[in-house]
């Protein structure tokens, strides 16, 4: 084994984030964590940043506000991976990030970029909706931005967290399953792949340092994770040892609710 690349987490307090510090750390990488001043007094970042410091971690001060700050940071390392928020429904930044690949244009020292990913491959949907495409649309506009600048780098396409949508039956809005009914897409037989975000942030960590996967996207697709949601549904209904009663949701029922979250 070679020596291990310095890695900056951006983002590191966040859902995905927190899980790439660990794993990181676990994996013997000297691990920098982003700490913004923008946080201010957001006591749970800051007990995290804390634990994390406890655990080995450094914490590097930076601001995408602050050009420099983010150039001295990435100087500290090899590899800088991005965690920053892209869910419409919840918080978007991703275009933030285009003031990340200016930094590292800058730095100049940076051996692979892995920019805020970690869902389906952006490159494979053209064909989106609305709710929910801006997602996809801004990541496309970073990759551009990043092989413009002819930055190194690795894509991590996810495919669906496991937490947001296994707990729930793959119904939207819901985390917990309901003991009593579900609602299915259609007949149900539509398969996902579902990876558990720790198993994400592990095989991200495991990708910076291998050629292998310079400049290439890494599809995470366990086979045994591939599965419908009827599949779902059964693996819930032999948990509790009961059947659910289940109604269906027809594309257009399914498309005005997802509007709802826009
Ligand atoms: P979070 O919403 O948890 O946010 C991550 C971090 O983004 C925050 O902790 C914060 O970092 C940073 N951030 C938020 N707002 C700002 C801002 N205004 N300026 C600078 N930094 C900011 O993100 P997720 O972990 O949910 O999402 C990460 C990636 O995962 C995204 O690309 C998203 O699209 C993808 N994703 C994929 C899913 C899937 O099913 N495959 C599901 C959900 C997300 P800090 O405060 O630590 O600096």
Redesign the pocket.
């Given at each position: 084994m070679g020596i291990k690349s310095k890695v900056l987490i951006?983002?590191?307090?966040?859902?995905?984030?927190k899980r790439l510090v660990k794993a990181s750390l676990q994996q013997g990488h000297e691990t920098y964590v982003?700490q913004?001043p923008?946080?201010g007094v957001d006591i749970e970042?800051i007990e995290m940043l804390f634990s994390f410091k406890m655990q080995g971690a450094h914490l590097v001060i930076g601001s995408?506000d602050d050009h420099r700050s983010l150039v001295e940071a990435l100087k500290k390392v090899d590899v800088v991976i991005c965690?920053?928020?892209?869910?419409h429904i919840?918080?978007h930044?991703?275009l933030?990030q285009l003031k990340l690949v200016d930094a590292i244009k800058e730095a100049g020292n940076i051996k692979r970029f892995l920019p805020?990913?970690?869902?389906?491959d952006p490159a494979r949907m053209a064909d989106a909706i609305e709710p929910g495409r801006v997602?996809f649309d801004d990541?496309m506009v970073v990759r551009k931005a990043i092989e413009d600048a002819g930055i190194p780098f690795t894509y991590v396409s996810?495919?669906?967290?496991a937490g947001?949508?296994v707990g729930g039956l793959c119904q939207p809005g819901y985390i917990l399953p309901s003991r009593e009914s579900v609602t299915l897409f259609g007949d149900g037989n539509k398969q996902s792949i579902f990876v558990d975000e720790d198993d994400i942030a592990a095989y991200t960590i495991k990708t910076i340092d291998d050629p292998r996967t310079l400049n290439k996207t890494l599809y995470l697709r366990p086979p045994a994770n591939i599965l419908s949601q009827r599949e779902v549904v059964e693996l819930w209904e032999n948990l509790i040892g009961k059947q659910l009663h289940k109604t269906s949701l027809s594309e257009q029922e399914f498309l005005n609710i997802m509007k709802g979250f826009s």
């Open positions: 951006i983002g590191g307090t966040g859902y995905i984030g982003l913004r923008e946080i970042k995408f965690a920053i928020s892209g869910v919840r918080s930044q991703i933030l805020s990913e970690f869902g389906t997602t990541k996810a495919n669906c967290f947001y949508m």
